[in-house]
């Protein structure tokens, strides 16, 4: 006896056949093999029975094998046909979970959304506008990841975050992705008592509480510093606005954030604002994102909220 080794789906002779084969007949031979009735399959499909018969005729000559034996009271699957129809319930079956997701992520009733963000910018400028948006749309579920900025880019690159809202616009980091300036904010150094500068060489005499060297924050700070000659060496770095104010107001040094984050303190003069002749560099917020990637929820939350 010779045995005739068919092609199974998937295998290298499968897929060369692919691009002949008209994916409506898996629906039909799927639907015929659920109901195991050309009949039944006739009335869920309205199509008729003559047709569906030659769909599955057509199909079976594609594949090369027998898929159904048809009866009096029905119809009967093949050994190849019983496999086949598994493999198309597990593909139906990923295929409808697939749309699911995609409609529950683009639907205003419902969905996720994934921001990648600083915790500091999460704090000043992202939290006003997410809590706007909840109000009015309390269903969508808000998620926020804080990172540096390589890292945000390398989960956004991995479809694990949706945008990013960030403080640096470097060309070279953001390579082929959408840019867009948000807002601007000025930066002011910050002490428990009331100091000027007469002279700019004397800062570097100070207990210096910083933000991380590696940050695109202090990056630009250093620069200003070095514009005026300055080497000024941190003797705290902190990575978190609250945790800089706090160590300011415990006298342990003078500190660097943005003047917005600190207005209350200001205002009550529990900090003061330290005043010297340096250009400090402005803090202008950015959004990150894939073009094509962001979902209905995204698109609202961006247009309407975060770029009125």
């Not at 803090?283 to 309407?304: E, F, R, S």
Request: glycine letters at 4%; aromatic letters at 10%; hydrophobic letters at 35%.
């Amino acid at each position: 006896m010779e045995l005739v080794q068919y092609p199974t789906p998937f295998s290298k002779d499968w897929r060369n056949k692919m691009d002949n084969i008209n994916l409506n007949l898996y629906k039909i031979f799927y639907i015929v093999a659920k109901s195991k009735s050309f009949v039944d399959a006739s009335n869920k499909l309205f199509i008729s029975q003559p047709a569906i018969s030659k769909d599955i005729k057509t199909l079976e000559n594609l594949m090369n094998t027998k898929l159904i034996y048809r009866k009096s009271n029905g119809i009967t699957l093949t050994r190849d046909g019983k496999e086949f129809y598994k493999y198309l319930e597990q593909s139906f079956g990923i295929l409808n979970t697939g749309e699911q997701i995609i409609k529950q992520r683009n639907d205003l009733s419902h969905g996720t959304i994934s921001v990648g963000c600083p915790s500091h910018i999460t704090s000043l400028y992202l939290m006003d506008y997410i809590e706007k948006f909840k109000k009015d749309y309390p269903n969508i579920k808000i998620q926020i990841m804080s990172a540096s900025s390589e890292q945000l880019i390398e989960l956004l690159q991995l479809h694990k975050i949706d945008f990013i809202i960030d403080t640096s616009s470097n060309n070279e980091i953001y390579n082929n992705m959408e840019v867009h300036k948000l807002k601007t904010f000025d930066s002011i150094f910050i002490s428990n008592k009331e100091i000027y500068f007469k002279n700019v060489m004397e800062m570097e005499k100070q207990n210096w509480i910083l933000p991380f060297s590696f940050t695109n924050t202090r990056k630009r700070l250093d620069k200003a510093f070095e514009q005026q000659g300055l080497t000024i060496k941190s003797s705290m770095e902190l990575d978190i606005t609250d945790l800089i104010i706090n160590a300011v107001k415990r006298g342990l040094g003078i500190g660097y954030v943005i003047k917005d984050s600190v207005k209350e303190e200001l205002k009550n003069k529990t900090i003061h604002e330290v005043h010297t002749d340096i250009d400090l560099p402005k803090t202008i917020i950015y959004l990150i994102n894939i073009k094509g990637q962001l979902t209905n929820a995204d698109k609202k939350l961006i247009k309407d909220y975060l770029l009125k």
